[in-house]
């Protein structure tokens, strides 16, 4: 007798978690190194653009407002680029045509604020007054365009950098640890531009009537630095194919209104991305007064000057420059070594909680350097009587190599949180670009709050600019305890099919 056999049907196995195939490294590289001609603008602003102000005759008060610029664009800018390049369907990609929108405002920004003498004279200003009104209106514009325009580059470039490292974690750390050596290229770039005061001979035509050398100087870097961004932008976004981004039903997700979507993003995000926004916030408000006031420290504090009065302060300042060129140095070997560093101390979130103790120190040795240099001054004055001298040798190589082994763990702030945020909205389905902007919130609103209220702290206990140190270093220790407690651990670097459905459920 046949005995009917009943095959009951086989249970569908559990799909697979999409990986997204990554790019490889050189290609990743040539997109890190567009941070090079987005930074050798901003080391231009850092040392030239001040002197620049006072050569056009802002007043203090519309010079406050101008370096306001930085935090406001980054607060608005890079969310809203992010928000709208995680939804471009262009068909030349979604990041690229932001980018390269980015570094054509560059370029516009530039020739605004290198001409705004020029512009100035041409509309009427007079070349014996001390105030040029028309000169400065000029190059309020071009700043602020070219501030909005750093931003707009930046939050695409490290959204494209997640996207083409894929589902690969460890080729994510490595991309923004390229960026991060990028951004120390071109800090060395800019410093060095413009500290050599022959290099408008290059370029004749930017000395005219309304320009003198220093400004014919400024005009030559900062069109030195454009060729150079343009020229990298073109290679990386010619040579580099954008993956191709799943397609989205408008039927199905209606487009949502930015401001609403900006809310949205934070009442669904994740606990690893708001401890992430905590440590990063503290850690910023620990690098904002040494990044505003680095150079007027070594000025000040260090070589006993005041501004205006004699030479001591402008050495003071010139050392401070030097210190920013070890820096660099030092920012940019770290870089490419982060992942082995990570290695030998056991992740990447040890390594960020370990140099946050190391920023505390370094602050607080800023204390430390003071005192003997003041000290130092004293012995000086009460011996010869005479004028205080530059501080001893010894303190100024003290003081150089803390601007050097700040170096250490600046290289980890300029990549590891944003590695981190970019693994993060993966393992949680968010796009990169918002993620990436929110991220960036928790760097400019410390910079807003240092900004306004480090001069007045610094007032409440007699001026200088060791109080604000002080306060940074327990930034700095609070975030490196959050960082090593709090913070989870990224996924696995491989993430087999196992790993990733672990790393998933984790993360909600």
């Known amino acids: 007798m046949e005995v009917e056999t009943i095959h009951k049907p086989k249970p569908e196995p559990e799909p697979e978690p999409q990986t997204i195939p990554s ?116 190059f309020v514009v071009g700043f602020w365009i070219l501030d909005v325009a750093n931003n707009m580059l930046q939050g695409p470039c490290r959204a494209l950098l997640a996207d083409i490292s894929g589902s690969d974690t460890r080729k994510m750390r490595t991309a923004n640890g390229f960026y991060s050596f990028f951004m120390a290229v071109g800090n060395v770039l800019g410093f060095s531009a413009g500290s050599y005061t022959h290099l408008h001979k290059m370029l004749p035509f930017t000395m005219t009537k309304a320009c003198d050398v220093y400004c014919a100087n400024l005009k030559t870097c900062f069109f ?27 039927e199905i997700a209606p487009a949502v209104p930015f401001f609403t979507e900006i809310v949205a993003a934070f009442k669904e995000l994740q606990r690893p991305m708001w401890i992430l926004l905590v440590v990063t916030c503290l850690n910023w408000i620990a690098w904002f007064p040494f990044l505003l006031f680095d150079t007027d420290w070594m000025g000040r504090e260090v070589y006993g000057g005041e501004v205006g009065n004699g030479r001591l302060y402008d050495l003071g300042v010139r050392a401070g420059a030097l210190g920013l060129m070890l820096n660099s140095v030092v920012l940019g070997c770290v870089s490419l070594g982060i992942e082995i560093l990570a290695r030998a101390l056991g992740g990447v979130k040890r390594l960020w909680g370990l140099v946050n103790f190391l920023l505390a120190i370094c602050l607080a040795m800023t204390v430390l350097i003071t005192k003997l240099a003041q000290s130092a001054r004293h012995g000086a004055v009460s011996v010869s009587g005479a004028q205080p001298p530059p501080p001893p040798a010894g303190i100024k190589a003290g003081a ?33 670009g918002l993620s990436l902007g929110v991220l960036n919130l928790a760097i400019v609103v410390p910079q807003m709050v240092v900004s306004v209220a480090s001069g007045p702290w610094d007032a409440l206990f007699g001026g200088g600019n060791l109080p604000a140190f002080v306060v940074g270093a327990i930034a700095a220790v609070l975030s490196g305890i959050l960082a090593l407690t709090m913070l989870p651990s990224p996924p696995p670097d491989l993430p087999t099919a196992k790993n990733a459905r672990a790393a998933a459920a984790a993360f909600h």
């Not at 007043?59 to 471009?88: E, K, N």
């Not at 020229?231 to 989205?248: G, N, R």
């Open 23 to 138: 790019t490889p490294l050189r290609k990743i590289i040539l997109v890190a190194s567009i941070a090079a001609g987005i930074q050798f603008g901003w080391a231009l602003q850092l040392s030239l653009l001040t002197p620049y102000v006072q050569l056009l005759g802002i007043p203090h008060t519309w010079a406050a407002f101008i370096w306001l610029c930085g935090p406001v664009s980054g607060m608005l800018v890079q969310p809203i680029v992010g928000y709208h390049s995680d939804r471009c369907a262009s068909r030349f990609g979604r990041r690229r045509p932001f980018i390269v929108a980015g570094s054509s405002l560059v370029a516009i920004a530039v020739f605004l604020i290198g001409y705004a003498a020029d512009l100035g004279h041409l509309f009427g200003d007079s070349l014996d007054k001390p105030t040029k009104p028309r000169a400065i209106a000029v």
């Open 224 to 250: 030195l630095s454009i060729a150079l961004l343009i020229a990298l932008t073109i290679l990386a976004l010619t040579s580099v194919p954008e993956p191709t981004p799943e397609v989205v039903d408008e």
């Open 400 to 432: 150089l190599a803390l601007f050097a082994l700040l170096g250490i763990p600046q290289a980890i702030t300029y990549s590891v949180p944003f590695a981190l945020a970019s693994i993060f909205c993966s393992n949680s389905g968010a796009g990169q």
